[in-house]
């Protein structure tokens, strides 16, 4: 018999007894999508638990990006990371944007300012960094640049969901922050996503185009799309929120013992938290070194071997993959910090179901006792 593998994350899922109201709801209400009544509350709800004013629920976190950069009719060239899941960069290449690749500080994985000015021409018309791992970009730095060249910053805050930085929401920085409620992430629709607008009038404006660009019903404004969550999405969301902070807590616990436990293994680096911010704990990289008795291949071998799926998470990096690397920007030379992140980075399991036993099993697996 085989046993069932760990895997490196799983979604949080409440009782299946806890979301049948809700779905006795939706048969009763006969509103299965187009603005219903879970999907407004849950954008109620998600602005107060957020802390932020305005948000636009969407069908996934890509469409999301997607029309963001439609929103405010990015042109031209727009400065990015390499280091990030794919959809970051494909969401410019849909809007017929060419990507910038500038390399990432070394410490937070982030977008390093320095090379983000270094990279802007007279093309340059946005930035889209990505708070890697839920750890805040220099988002003063950033704004900073953009206000200097005139340029729009649009966060992929896919990995951000409730991140707090200095005492206020992450998702209240730049022009636009992008969530991602896939069922991968922690905090999920099974599919999802959403905007945080900085007023009334973006919102509605978001509204519109992620409903085609209809404004009533004979108006259509703009060359929208179909980006809407329906009322199954929006209600479990809603009951995922109840048990939101329950399950970061159980994510917080995890993240201690792996630090504790892994701290001063030899060849293994772990990245540390933000002091200024709260994190999330949706992931835990590890830098694998050659210190190490194994590569970090032949260490995701030996994991996989035990029933344990780690993740190389991200690699390959995104300028990598052919679509990207014939850009003057994505050569190895222009992006040092990134591509050796990558060749060195391991994310181990963490999700709030992991027991400590479990745990305890992949930390041995670490330290080499099994
Ligand atoms: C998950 C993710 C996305 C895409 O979100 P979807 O909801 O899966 O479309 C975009 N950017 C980053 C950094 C992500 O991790």
């Not at 029309?67 to 960069?89: D, K, N």
């Not at 991140?163 to 992430?185: E, I, M, P, Q, R």
């Not at 994991?303 to 050569?331: H, V």
Request: aromatic letters at 10%.
């Amino acid at each position: 018999m085989s046993i069932k593998p760990i895997p490196v994350t799983q979604p949080y899922l409440p009782s299946l007894d806890e979301f049948i109201p809700y779905l006795e709801q939706i048969w009763d209400n006969r509103w299965l999508t187009n603005n219903g009544p879970f999907h407004q509350q849950l954008e109620a709800a998600l602005c107060e638990y957020l802390g932020v004013d305005h948000i636009a629920l969407f069908t996934n976190g890509t469409i999301a990006l997607i029309t963001a950069l439609q929103a405010l009719r990015i042109t031209g060239e727009v400065i990015t990371t390499p280091y990030s899941f794919v959809a970051t960069s494909h969401s410019l290449l849909w809007n017929d944007l060419k990507p910038v690749f500038a390399d990432i500080d070394p410490h937070t994985f982030n977008l390093d300012p320095d090379k983000i000015e270094a990279a802007i021409t007279p093309q340059t018309t946005a930035i889209m960094p990505v708070h890697c791992y839920a750890n805040p970009c220099d988002v003063e730095a950033i704004q900073k640049i953009a206000d200097n060249y005139g340029l729009r910053v649009i966060y992929d805050a896919a990995h951000a969901f409730g991140v707090n930085y200095k005492g206020h929401s992450l998702l209240k920085h730049g022009d636009l922050s992008v969530l991602s409620f896939h069922a991968t992430k922690v905090f999920n629709t099974f599919e999802g996503g959403a905007i945080v607008c900085p007023d009334a009038k973006t919102k509605q404006q978001i509204d519109y185009l992620k409903n085609f660009g209809f404004v009533d019903e004979v108006t259509v404004t703009a060359p929208g799309i179909n980006g809407k969550m329906s009322e199954i999405n929006a209600a479990f969301g809603l009951l995922q929120l109840k048990h939101i902070d329950h399950a970061i807590a159980q994510r917080e616990a995890l993240d201690k013992n792996y630090r504790e436990a892994l701290k001063g293994i030899k060849g293994i680096a772990i990245p540390a938290l933000s002091k200024a911010a709260s994190s999330n704990y949706s992931y835990f990289p590890i830098l694998i070194d050659s210190d190490y008795p194994l590569t970090r291949d032949e260490l995701y071998q030996k994991l996989k071997e035990n029933g344990i799926l780690s993740r190389r998470y991200f690699y390959p990096i995104i300028s990598d993959m052919p679509m990207y690397r014939d850009l003057a920007s994505a050569t190895a030379a222009n992006l040092p910090h990134a591509k050796v992140i990558a060749d060195k980075v391991l994310c181990l399991p963490i999700f709030s179901e992991l027991t400590l036993e479990k745990q305890k099993k992949i930390i041995e697996l670490l330290r080499g006792v099994r």
